[in-house]
């Protein structure tokens, strides 16, 4: 079974504040993403990666970056947290082959920024 | 017009009916297509994917597509209690330069009443 593992279930921060969320896959996948999922507005892309060392933005980049250094993790950064990315995180991995792969799911983060 | 829609419900039946889902896309190039369910607070978890016309059946779970009408749909067998849940239409569009690009729909609540 493909297993996505984020490193939090619930987070806490402040306004201003550097968050990393972590995602680790351990299914050797190519491909990864971050989305963010909000009531009635669904699951939104912020980043993606396509290979080590590679980012690509999604539909909702402004506020974050992101880094994948080895090929099994790819981090969100949100530079200076801000309350509206209080929200659901979710991170997804995938093998490539042209899009018919299905992206497999991590449990979620749910972050908080008072 | 959103690139995926569905109706957001929430689509009530009694056990053990046929539950229906719908969902339409935009971009006519599009060659795969994924089912996720996702319970409350939980992530999503994919249930089915289908790339040609017609129906692919998966126990209990059928899933259609019509590439001319651009629509593709789920239908749930003998809908238990535990199939309550939200369903997520997910379309995979082909970007310039070859790389793809996962897009959700808002989803579908299913509630199965006994």
């Known amino acids: 079974d493909v297993k996505v593992t984020q490193s939090s279930r619930y987070l806490v921060k402040r306004t201003g504040e550097k968050v990393f969320l972590e995602c680790v896959q351990d299914m050797d996948h190519e491909n990864m993403f971050w989305y963010r999922q909000d009531p009635g507005l669904g699951l939104r892309l912020i980043y993606f990666?396509?290979?080590?060392?590679?980012?690509e933005k999604g539909d909702i980049p402004e506020g974050y970056s992101v880094s994948r250094e080895k090929k099994e993790r790819f981090s969100l950064i949100l530079e200076s947290a801000s309350t509206n990315q209080t929200s659901m995180y979710l991170c997804a991995s995938s093998f490539p082959h042209r899009g018919n792969q299905p992206q497999h799911f991590g449990d979620g983060t749910r972050l908080s920024i008072l | 017009q959103k690139e995926v829609e569905q109706n957001s419900g929430p689509l009530s039946v009694p056990e053990g009916a046929i539950a229906s889902l719908n969902c339409t896309y935009s971009d006519r190039g599009s060659q795969s297509f994924f089912w996720y369910r996702q319970y409350s607070g939980k992530s999503p978890e994919l249930i089915m994917s289908i790339y040609s016309n017609g129906d692919k059946e998966d126990g209990r779970f059928t899933a259609q597509l019509n590439k001319a009408s651009q629509y593709v749909s789920l239908l749930i067998r003998d809908s238990q209690p535990s199939d309550s849940a939200t369903y997520l239409c997910?379309?995979?569009?082909?970007?310039?330069?070859?790389?793809?690009?996962?897009?959700f729909g808002t989803g579908t609540q299913l509630k199965v009443e006994l």
């Open positions: 990666s396509y290979d080590v060392k590679m980012k």
């Open positions: 997910a379309v995979n569009i082909i970007l310039t330069g070859g790389g793809n690009k996962l897009t």
